[in-house]
């Protein structure tokens, strides 16, 4: 399985910006799929995950941040609103062969490469 995410940028804060993520694989709507983030010296943090059981919010980014998916397209995206510097990070989208919206990196079998999102104040 190979991860491609894009669509980062600098964006002001209070603006927004979408991520995409594309998977390859034929059962990619069978997988939890999760987006993860981590900022110059600090450890990853988890950000957002769904499966097909539904999805999860770190409470930092719940009512900012909206994970959807099109399975059709092996696509994860996040969309970010209301983004704030703190938000400025390495953002990463993560793939679990279960459906279990895990929080943790460890619980994640593959990483795409990252995207980096700056806000500025």
């Known amino acids: 399985v190979q991860l491609q995410a894009s669509g980062g940028g600098l964006v002001q804060a209070g603006g927004s910006l979408r991520l995409s993520c594309v998977a390859s694989g034929r059962t990619f709507s069978t997988y939890g799929m999760g987006w993860f983030r981590q900022a110059p010296g600090k450890e990853r943090e988890f950000v957002s995950a769904i499966s097909w059981t539904g999805s999860r919010y770190a409470d930092s980014v719940k009512g900012r941040f909206t994970i959807s998916r099109d399975n059709a397209k092996n696509t994860v995206y996040l969309q970010m609103n209301s983004l704030k510097p703190e938000d400025t990070a390495v953002y990463y989208c993560?793939?679990?062969?279960?459906?279990?919206?895990?929080?943790?990196?460890?619980?994640?079998?593959?990483w795409g490469h990252g995207t980096q999102v700056t806000v500025s104040s």
């Open positions: 993560a793939l679990d062969r279960s459906s279990y919206l895990y929080m943790t990196p460890d619980n994640y079998d593959y």
